[in-house]
């Protein structure tokens, strides 16, 4: 039997496991498909593959790369799987300080510098963080440093502190360099829906052209989703693989909640957008709820 041919893109984070576990189980081959996969250096490049047509499908990207697409051109993709926290607790950012500083909270960061990693979104969330303490348009320097880069920089005095995901804290600490300032310090946004900050997204083309493939391409990643909450363990060696992580990061590393999204409130991004959109990120408006892939698109 003929497979149908997907062109898939993903980033090689934590977030994009469902699609570690999908590739490795062979769940693409059982839905009858032939799935070329082809990993990305950035969410830029990843989101411009989409809206080109050289991606059919994204596992996985930041969302916001595609609240920007929408203003600009609307309709371009539709969202099948979402990644992020539903509740106000993040476990996925940290702020990382030396070992031996003596800062007690965020508000000691002021007049330092910051490092966050590449990307106009980082500094949004950064400074959105850090705006309840002070004014972060003015009492701090944020620096753009790759991954990795940033825990160097941290040990050579290049930088104060940083704000960046899981694993680079916990890379930090195993090497004696950095602690923990403050926990959770996305909090400080004080968004009661949490962060949904990943998303797995179709292009809109392909689910017109393609609708029953798109149905399969979602069931392979739903089937992954469904093995990271049975055998969880099994599912994070893929972390190893797939992400380089040494293997006792790759068991302990906080995961938040891939959410189906037929199960999933479409209120819950929006709050984070307006914050967002509040940091100057964002030129208009975009109604997040709407952005969601449904059967009906299929029809």
């Known amino acids: 039997m003929a497979q149908d ?14 699609t570690f576990v999908a590739i490795e189980k062979e769940y693409f081959s059982d839905e009858g498909l032939k799935v070329e996969a082809t990993p990305f250096e950035s969410g830029t490049l990843i989101v411009d593959a989409l809206v080109a047509g050289r991606v059919d499908v994204v596992a996985m990207s930041s969302i916001i790369g595609y ?4 203003q600009t051109q609307p309709g371009t993709f539709r969202i099948f799987l979402a990644y992020g ?13 030396a070992k031996d500083s003596s800062y007690k909270g965020v508000i000691d960061l002021k007049g330092k510098k910051v490092g966050v990693f590449p990307g106009i979104s980082s500094i949004a969330l950064a400074k959105a963080a850090f705006r309840p303490f002070f004014n972060p348009d003015k009492e701090v320097t944020l620096l753009e440093i790759p991954p990795g880069n940033i825990i160097q920089a941290l040990a050579a005095g290049q930088i104060e502190a940083y704000l960046a995901p899981e694993p680079f804290g ?43 493939v798109a149905k399969k391409v979602r069931n392979a990643l739903y089937r992954g989703v469904d093995f990271i909450k049975s055998h969880e363990t099994e599912a994070r060696k893929f972390l190893v693989k797939y ?4 293997e006792s990061f790759a068991m302990k590393i906080p995961f938040e909640e891939w959410i189906k999204t037929e199960k999933f409130d479409k209120s819950l991004a929006q709050p984070y957008f307006d914050v967002m959109k509040k940091e100057g990120l964002f030129q208009k408006y975009v109604d997040t709820s709407k952005l969601y892939y449904t059967d009906e698109d299929t029809k």
């Open 5 to 18: 041919g997907v062109k898939l893109g993903y980033l090689n984070v934590v977030p994009s496991l469902p």
């Open 67 to 70: 609240w920007l697409i929408e």
């Open 85 to 97: 926290a539903t509740q106000p607790q993040d476990n996925t950012f940290i702020l990382m300080v």
């Open 170 to 212: 916990m890379m930090a600490a195993a090497k004696g360099v950095g602690r923990n300032l403050v926990k959770s310090p996305m909090l400080a946004l004080n968004l009661k829906t949490g962060i949904v900050g990943g998303a797995f997204v179709f292009n809109a083309g392909f689910i017109r052209e393609k609708p029953q």
């Open 243 to 246: 992400n380089g992580l040494p």
